[in-house]
């Protein structure tokens, strides 16, 4: 398997000085830079979709805004896309709502298209002769170390353009954001190789794990068992002291409904079973009734099968 060069990633060294930030979620900064308001970085943007002028569609999705494939635009969409908004390359998009509820999905994306995203999420561009790079770092920075979630006002703790052009900021020099970007534009696109590169060995383990799991089921633990034709074509031989019978010998459909308080399961191509979260509008592309009482209980060890789309 290929090897990670990690001497690579290494960062820049410190600066000589610091000074105290005065912002509780950054600390000291170097002693050059400034610090501002969000007013005087960020202006919100609010362009609708009016005539359908753009129709390739964006989401936020894990921290990085993407063009929605077509196949992808059914369940929760509008009737008309007019309701949408125009984001722009550069534009910085977050996902304000239901904090409170929350705290787990990355909030921020920096869209490099041009296309239309929903009117719910927040739309800042980046006033010259800032760079929105930099800043769109910066307010992922403030995203994942969760110091996002002490803002935000109502029940469910929905974030506003308030709320960022209050936001107290740090701000280099504007050729140092420019370095910042441009070191930051590298040192991801390593780490992003890196990923790469460890993803290759997860496929290549996966694929491994997949043919294990295969040979125990069909063939056994004994590689010198003598083997016999099971008569299942997708098969093939099994250890011939094996019988054969069919699924209803030893499964039974089960259905148990009105149990609406539990929580709400799907089951995923990539990860089997998993709990649903029925906040994240990008991840429920089905619509969910407010009702769960039709639903089908299932117990741990039982089994689950999606019947759609085979």
């Not at 896309?81 to 920096?110: A, H, M, W």
Request: a neutral charge; charged letters at 25%.
């Amino acid at each position: 398997m290929e090897t990670i060069n990690h001497n690579k990633l290494n960062t820049y060294p410190r600066y000589l000085k610091y000074k105290d930030s005065g912002i509780d979620w950054i600390g000291e900064i170097p002693e050059h830079w400034s610090t501002g308001k969000g007013f005087t970085i960020f202006k919100e943007k609010k362009v609708p979709n009016n005539g359908l002028k753009v129709s390739q569609v964006l989401s936020l999705s894990y921290g990085k805004i993407i063009v929605k494939p077509e196949d992808k635009l059914f369940g929760l969409v509008p009737e008309s896309f007019e309701t949408y908004q125009i984001v722009e390359p550069d534009d910085i998009i977050i996902r304000c709502t239901d904090l409170q509820n929350d705290k787990t999905s990355l909030r921020t994306g920096i869209s490099f298209n041009h296309g239309i995203i929903t009117s719910a999420y927040l739309n800042l561009c980046v006033n010259n002769p800032y760079h929105p790079k930099y800043f769109h770092a910066l307010l992922h920075a403030f995203d994942v170390c969760k110091a996002i979630y002490k803002y935000g006002s109502g029940l469910r703790q929905n974030l506003s353009f308030v709320d960022f052009k209050h936001l107290l900021l740090p701000i280099p020099p504007l050729a140092e954001q420019q370095q910042i970007a441009d070191f930051l534009d590298s040192k991801t696109a390593l780490i992003d190789e890196a990923i790469g590169l460890k993803q290759q060995q997860i496929d290549k383990l996966k694929e491994y794990k997949q043919i294990t799991i295969q040979t125990a089921v069909t063939r056994g633990l004994n590689p010198n068992a003598p083997m016999k034709d099971s008569g299942i074509d997708w098969i093939g031989e099994i250890p011939e002291h094996w019988e054969v019978s069919k699924l209803g010998q030893c499964l039974f459909p089960i259905s148990i409904k009105n149990h609406p308080k539990l929580p709400l399961l799907s089951i995923t191509r990539e990860q089997g079973v998993i709990k649903r979260d029925i906040e994240n509008l990008e991840s429920n592309h089905n619509f969910i009734p407010d009702d769960l009482s039709s639903y089908k209980l299932i117990k741990k060890g039982q089994f689950g099968m999606n019947k759609m789309k085979a």
